[in-house]
């Protein structure tokens, strides 16, 4: 009988024991951070506007953070649109091998309509900064049955004066690069026709954020055709992401030494309509420049491409209205239609 209550009493002498060490501790816990003297206060105060001026201090660095997080965020989203519209001065950018076969087929509304086959496969070789590219174009109908029109004609007059577009021509190219401050990149090749020619480039490319919200890219290149001689290419990309929207600014200009300075200015928009598909609005103004400068034209185009089938079938729509600088010219209107099968 005794025993029971001398054991309650020992654990209820052991809990009480246990409380009283918990609230003494507590409580010299408190009698510590209170100051021992008036000046203690005045400390403390001090210490925190310190702690405040040094987050001050701190405020420009994450500013400039969040500025290159949202410059990186355009420039990714301006390398994803490349890639899915295809843009061929930013597509040997790929890290991936891949094979394309696209073939392109545009409806003119006063003049024959054209059909167009381009073969192009990009291997990466595993465990090193080179690559190869190889690539096989063509604008022949019959380029399925002779093989003479598959290598291309010499060119003609109206190719060598369309300096901005690199004209269709069968070749094989060697592509190298180095991952540098920027981007550096050295292709060289042969055009491929009846009369072979020579041709090679160096390029550089560079993007960084600039202003708030903005995307500067420079895409700098020194040029050898044979047909034409040595040449510069210079282009310029302004590029600000609005929510899912972006909107780019671009200035090109090319000149080789028996051509006249060549340049295009123009503004595209990219819509997103849903992870499948994807709206290009531009407009571009293209002209000469140099001791007769002139207005080539303007042309205004909607291009709708959307992933058809996973990741290797693509369908795009282009309707395109071209306003020449002639008056004596006519307008041009005319409708691409596109099917890109993509081997990756």
Request: aromatic letters at 10%; zero cysteines.
């Amino acid at each position: 009988m005794l025993s029971p209550m001398i054991t309650h009493f020992s654990n209820l002498q052991a809990i009480t024991i246990v409380v009283l060490i918990v609230i003494s501790h507590s409580v010299f816990g408190q009698d510590s951070q209170i100051p021992p003297s008036s000046e203690a206060p005045h400390e403390s105060d001090s210490e925190s506007s310190t702690n405040e001026i040094i987050k001050i201090d701190d405020v420009p660095n994450v500013v400039s953070r969040i500025h290159r997080r949202i410059g990186d965020r355009v420039l990714r989203m301006s390398r994803d649109l490349d890639e899915f519209f295809g843009d061929e001065d930013l597509d040997d950018d790929s890290e991936k091998t891949r094979f394309k076969v696209r073939s392109e087929f545009r409806v003119l509304e006063k003049s024959e309509s054209e059909f167009q086959v381009k073969i192009r496969g990009h291997a990466v070789l595993p465990r090193t900064e080179k690559r190869l590219g190889l690539y096989l174009e063509s604008m022949r109908e019959d380029f399925l049955t002779n093989f003479d029109e598959v290598l291309g004609s010499e060119g003609t007059d109206s190719e060598l004066n369309n300096l901005l577009e690199d004209e269709n021509v069968s070749g094989i190219r060697l592509s190298l690069f180095r991952n540098l401050p920027g981007s550096w990149n050295l292709d060289g090749g042969i055009k491929l026709s009846s009369n072979p020619k020579t041709r090679v480039r160096i390029r550089w490319k560079y993007g960084a954020p600039v202003f708030e919200q903005w995307n500067f890219l420079s895409i700098q290149s020194l040029e050898y055709r044979e047909e034409l001689g040595t040449g510069q290419r210079t282009q310029f990309r302004l590029e600000r992401l609005f929510i899912d929207h972006l909107l780019r600014f671009s200035l090109e200009g090319v000149r080789f030494e028996k051509e006249p300075l060549q340049s295009v200015f123009s503004t595209e928009v990219f819509i997103p309509l849903n992870d499948e598909a994807n709206l290009r609005l531009s407009t571009s103004l293209a002209g000469f420049l140099g001791t007769e400068p002139a207005i080539k034209g303007v042309t205004l185009e909607a291009a709708l491409r959307k992933k058809i089938y996973f990741d290797w079938l693509y369908g795009e729509i282009a309707p395109r209205l071209f306003w020449p600088g002639k008056p004596s010219e006519e307008r041009d209107v005319s409708t691409l239609f596109v099917l890109e099968i993509v081997f990756q």
